[in-house]
């Protein structure tokens, strides 16, 4: 008939992975049934095995113990198949927590590398040199003006280079801030893949 208000449907998020397990869990639920029904019946058994030799039929009683006995063999069986099947699926459920992890790896992984390229060392390293560069011109003004001026003349010419000092810092803050911003915007992006791909 076709879908009434024009909407795709959604791809199937259901996995193979997924298919088996429930394979996996409505069969151990059989076997789980199956071993109920028979452990109840070999309650009726016993207990009409018990009638029979009150009623001194010692024959027809060994006949429905050895029957029972080998009903008993079949329940441990039962038990071990259901134990196989539980151990399988928390090994296909644990796998694929495992999947789930190594690709939330790949994703953090992959933030890195585009957060080494956004900020090289190189940049870091040019911009704490060129800061020290200009405290080191700085200093050396200082030093040649510092002979020839008087003491208010000193102090002026201080106040201006702690100014020019202050802004020099501030202008190499700014630009490894803006670097750092950059990094954390990829930082953010690469925590939200990481978490989408764990969904």
């Known amino acids: 008939m076709g879908n009434v208000f024009g909407r795709k449907s ?5 996995t193979e992975q997924d298919r088996a397990i429930l394979q996996l869990k409505q069969q151990r639920d059989k076997l789980k049934h199956y071993q109920k029904r028979v452990t109840l019946q070999l309650e009726k058994e016993r207990s009409l095995a018990k009638q029979l030799l009150k009623d001194g039929k010692k024959e027809k009683a060994l006949v429905l113990l050895k029957k ?3 009903q008993d063999q079949l329940l441990d069986k039962t038990e071990n198949q259901i134990s196989n099947l539980e151990r399988m699926v928390q090994d296909i459920e644990f796998v694929q927590i495992e ?5 939330g790896l790949k994703v953090g992984n992959d933030c890195l590398k585009s957060m080494h390229e956004a900020m090289s060392l190189e940049d870091v390293e040019r911009i704490m040199d060129e800061t020290q560069d200009a405290i080191e011109y700085q200093r050396q003004i200082d030093e040649l003006l510092s002979g ?14 702690e100014a020019i000092t202050q802004v020099c810092i501030i202008l190499s803050y700014i630009s490894l801030l803006w670097l750092l911003s950059e990094l954390e915007a990829i930082t953010q992006v690469c925590i ?3 978490y989408i791909s764990l969904l």
């Open 68 to 70: 029972k006995r080998y």
């Open 10 to 14: 959604r791809p199937s998020r259901v």
């Open 192 to 194: 939200i893949l990481s």
């Open 99 to 103: 999947m789930k992890v190594i690709e």
């Open 148 to 161: 020839s001026l008087t003491q208010e003349d000193e102090d002026a010419v201080l106040s201006e280079l």
